[in-house]
């Protein structure tokens, strides 16, 4: 068990992403960011399952099956695109609906904070972006949420993340957000 690693790694992790949360506007919001990594659902398995360079989940659901802990996390958070999901009147399925743009300036800061901390020195402009593609994160959003979380991470890699912070900090609305794609 790496209890006192995870700790640090979780506690770095909330730090980044919190300055990257002052710098797109949602400063307060990212007070709060990731909070339930430090209840017992969490902070138990991620010791448990730490690995330095990725996600303890990864680990857990390959060593059980399943994650409880990502399972625990993803219904607390709302900026990860798993809690936008629910049962669409029209089909009877579960569905990915519009993320909130405060949530999705969130996602956005985590994905750059998260790529930072576990790529290290590795880090490039296009990491968080390249791992967006990698996953293929979009086909599991709604593909409005989808294409402008795409274009943010876009302008990370392409202008760099003094621009594209600067940029993203004013927009408030899906509009807004669209109009600059």
């Known amino acids: 068990m790496h209890f006192l690693k995870h700790l640090h790694l979780i506690t770095r ?3 980044k992403v919190m300055r990257l949360c002052f710098k797109v506007g949602i400063g307060f919001q990212g007070l709060f960011h990731d909070l339930s990594k430090y209840s017992w659902a969490e902070l138990i398995p991620g010791a448990k399952f730490y690995a330095g360079d990725h996600s303890p989940t990864e680990v857990e659901r ?7 802990a990502w399972m625990h996390h993803k219904g607390r958070n709302k900026h990860h695109i798993e809690y936008w999901t629910d049962i669409s009147v029209q089909s009877g399925e579960y569905e990915p609906v519009l993320m909130p743009i405060r949530y999705l300036k969130e996602s956005f800061c985590d994905r750059i904070a998260a790529s930072k901390l576990y790529e290290k020195k590795n880090y490039r402009p296009d990491s968080a972006l390249s791992y967006f593609r990698r996953q293929h994160t979009a086909q599991k959003m709604h593909p409005l949420s989808a294409e402008v979380l795409e274009q943010w991470l876009l302008w990370v890699s ?3 993340e003094k621009q594209a912070f600067r940029k993203i900090k ?3 609305t899906y509009e807004q957000a669209t109009t600059s794609i």
């Open 13 to 15: 992790h909330r730090h």
């Open 62 to 68: 390959k060593t059980k099956g399943y994650s409880l």
């Open 158 to 160: 392409t202008e760099g």
């Open 170 to 172: 004013k927009i408030k």
